[in-house]
């Protein structure tokens, strides 16, 4: 078991420019959720796979935002057209089960600044 | 729909002192509670959790008590140590608008313990 890990842990971009985001999940677990995190604030949902399936994505969540999870391993989040108020720290978490909340584990994050 | 409201931080204390941070949620269902906590420069991990009504959840010499009457679950300490200083998050994992299970985090309270 070696964690969860996010890559990478630091993106500066500009404004209107794409960027993606790498996520490895703890191997056996097959939940996998993305957060939105800025200061002061709590992990802010954004989208959930179980397995390869998206199964919801937060409605505050843009047409700008699109995540995969190709064979139910890793996941990406892009974020196109960049915007400043994109800039946040980005979580990734993974867990076990198939019914109610387990206990997530999270990754150390992508902090993500948008000049 | 969901929502958790935690205090507001920080919350600073001395060394050995007892430790109360509040935490009220607004579900549908029945809920898992968890708190979470971060230390400066690492990731959120779970601290503790209960599952249903009247369950404590404990771990490193915190407690919370899953209230169902007061829709409550606040964390307690009997004796702080400077090495508790960290953000703590209370969540909730209940059923969302589109039928998934979601964490709901608070916004977080930070704890300063000073020697």
New interface residues.
């Given amino acids: 078991d070696t964690g969860v890990s996010q890559d990478p842990r630091h993106k500066i971009t500009k404004r209107g420019q794409n960027v993606t985001f790498r996520c490895d999940p703890i191997s056996e677990h097959n939940r996998l959720y993305w957060y939105r995190q800025t200061l002061g604030q709590g992990p802010e949902f954004l989208t959930y796979f179980q397995n390869e399936a998206q199964l919801e994505k937060s409605r505050l969540l843009s047409d700008r935002f699109s995540a995969e999870r190709p064979k139910g391993s890793f996941s990406t989040l892009e974020i196109q057209r960049t915007e400043q108020g994109d800039s946040a720290m980005y979580l990734c978490a993974s867990s076990t089960g198939t019914g109610g909340v387990a206990t997530q584990y999270f990754g150390p994050g992508t902090r993500l600044t948008v000049l | 729909g969901n929502s958790?409201t935690q205090m507001e931080g920080p919350v600073t204390l001395s060394e050995e002192a007892f430790l109360t941070i509040n935490c009220t949620y607004t579900a549908t269902g029945y809920?898992?509670l968890?708190w979470?906590v971060q230390y400066p420069g690492?990731?959120?991990?779970?601290l503790l959790?209960a599952?249903k009504a009247d369950d404590k959840g404990s771990n490193k010499g915190f407690e919370a008590t899953y209230r169902k009457e007061t829709t409550s679950f606040h964390l307690e300490k009997g004796s702080v140590q400077v090495s508790d200083s960290a953000v703590y998050?209370c969540?909730?994992?209940?059923l969302?608008a589109?039928?998934?299970?979601?964490?709901?985090?608070?916004?977080?309270t930070s704890l300063i313990v000073h020697p």
């Fill in positions: 958790v809920p898992s968890f979470y690492e990731g959120l991990q779970l959790k599952t998050f969540a909730l994992g209940g969302s589109g039928g998934s299970y979601i964490p709901t985090f608070g916004r977080g």
